[in-house]
């Protein structure tokens, strides 16, 4: 007889440096990387103000085993908004917001 073990979690945000907010000048760039655990792997949606991310060519998203990140390229002001994370699958979901405040031109 063989047994089989399925370990199933639901979506938990980990550890991370940042806080409510983000404070970059225009013109820069940044990578905010997410740790998590969940068990299968969870859908990963990164929003801007509830709807997509506002340029799919300066903004990107990648989510592997553990971890989901958002890299933001060259941001301007019109950038500044509330960016949300959720994290779902079948035994629950999480998430993790941050505001972007853009200084500058």
Do not use: C
């Amino acid at each position: 007889m063989q047994l089989i073990l399925v370990v199933a979690v639901a979506p938990k945000i980990g550890d991370h440096d940042y806080k409510n907010k983000l404070v970059l000048r225009a013109g820069t760039s940044v990578a905010i990387e997410i740790p998590f655990v969940a068990a299968p792997m969870p859908d990963a949606k990164w929003t801007y103000k509830g709807s997509s991310l506002p340029d799919n060519r300066r903004f990107k998203t990648d989510t592997i085993i553990g971890m989901s990140s958002m890299t933001m390229a060259k941001v301007i002001r019109s950038d500044s908004g509330n960016y949300q994370l959720k994290l779902e699958n079948a035994y629950g979901k999480d998430t993790f917001s941050i505001e972007l405040v853009v200084l500058g031109k």
